[in-house]
C-alpha cells in the first residue's frame, strides 16, 4: 500500500474506529490475520497448505465483521483510550477472544508447519481453533444486536 492510500486508510479509521479501545481490537484482529497468512507462506505439502487457505478464506472473511461490530462500538460508545465501557465491556471481551483465539490459530498453523512427516489428522486442530474465533466474533455481534 503507497503512502498516500496509507494515510488516507489511517485517517478514516481514525474516523470510524476512533484511536482507543474499539481501534486496538479491530487492529489485534486484523493482526492476527496477517500473522495466520504469514505461516501460510512456508507450508510445503500442497494438501495441508489447500486445507489452511480454506480456513484462511473463512477467517478473512471475518474481519469486515469484526470491523462492523467496532465501528457500531465506536458510534455507540466512542473511546478514545483504554477504558472499556460498562455497558459494553462484554462486546470487548467477546472481541478479545476472538483475537486471542485467532492468535491461537496462527500458532496452530504453525506447528503443522514445523511437523515432519505427513499430519495423519491434517488441519483439524487449526479448523477448531477457527471455529472458535467465529463463535467469539458472533457472539460480539449478537451483543451489539442487543
Not at 50 to 67: F, H, K, Q, T
Not at 97 to 125: I, K
Amino acid at each position: 500500500m503507497g503512502f498516500i492510500k496509507s494515510a488516507l486508510a489511517g485517517r478514516r479509521d481514525d474516523a470510524e474506529l476512533g484511536k482507543g479501545l474499539w481501534r486496538r481490537a479491530h487492529d489485534r484482529f486484523r493482526r492476527g490475520l496477517d500473522r495466520y497468512h504469514q505461516v501460510l507462506e512456508g507450508i510445503d505439502d500442497e494438501a495441508l497448505y489447500s486445507e489452511l487457505v480454506v480456513i484462511a478464506d473463512g477467517l478473512a472473511g471475518l474481519l469486515p465483521r469484526v470491523r462492523a461490530v467496532c465501528v457500531e462500538a465506536q458510534r455507540r460508545s466512542p473511546s478514545e483510550g483504554l477504558d472499556v465501557p460498562g455497558d459494553y465491556a462484554a462486546v470487548h471481551r467477546a472481541l478479545s477472544r476472538a483475537g486471542n483465539a485467532l492468535a491461537t490459530t496462527a500458532e496452530a498453523a504453525a506447528m503443522l508447519r514445523l511437523a515432519v512427516g505427513p499430519v495423519p489428522v491434517g488441519a483439524l486442530s487449526v479448523q477448531r481453533r477457527a471455529t472458535t474465533v467465529l463463535e467469539h466474533v458472533q457472539e460480539a455481534e449478537e451483543l451489539m444486536r442487543r
